[in-house]
């Protein structure tokens, strides 16, 4: 089983920055590699949505809404997703999660999700 520890939300003010981390463990054999991670936010009342996504080889995608203000990256080496959160918005409050399809040694590759992390905006 493995496991994606989030870290990183919190509290802060409209136009302020938060840096989301997501590093992924396992207890059974041994991760190989993280493909694709993603993050996610979800708000009270409104459905989970796609904020940025990465894969193995480096490319990104994000949605619109957070283009030009948030980037996503890794860190391959300690096996960590990083989320770079700038010049944010009430409306970006959110409980954030990290979703990632990670290869173990002793399950091949299979779906994630970390157990998320709250993010509030005060304006």
């Known amino acids: 089983q493995v496991q994606l520890d989030e870290s990183g939300g919190g509290l802060v003010q409209a136009g302020g920055s938060l840096r989301l981390s997501c590093q992924a463990s396992t207890t059974s054999g041994s991760i190989v590699r993280i493909n694709r991670l993603a993050w996610y936010r979800q708000a009270p009342g409104n459905t989970r949505e796609l904020v940025a996504s990465i894969e193995s080889g480096g490319s990104t995608n994000y949605a619109d809404f957070v283009q030009g203000r948030f980037t996503v990256s890794r860190d391959n080496h300690k096996i960590t997703g990083y989320l770079e959160m700038n010049s944010l918005k009430s409306e970006d409050s959110a409980v954030y999660y990290c979703?990632?399809?990670?290869?173990?040694?002793?399950?091949?590759?299979?779906?994630?999700w970390g157990q998320g992390t709250q993010v509030i905006v005060s304006s």
């Open positions: 979703n990632a399809d990670v290869w173990t040694s002793m399950t091949g590759t299979r779906n994630y």
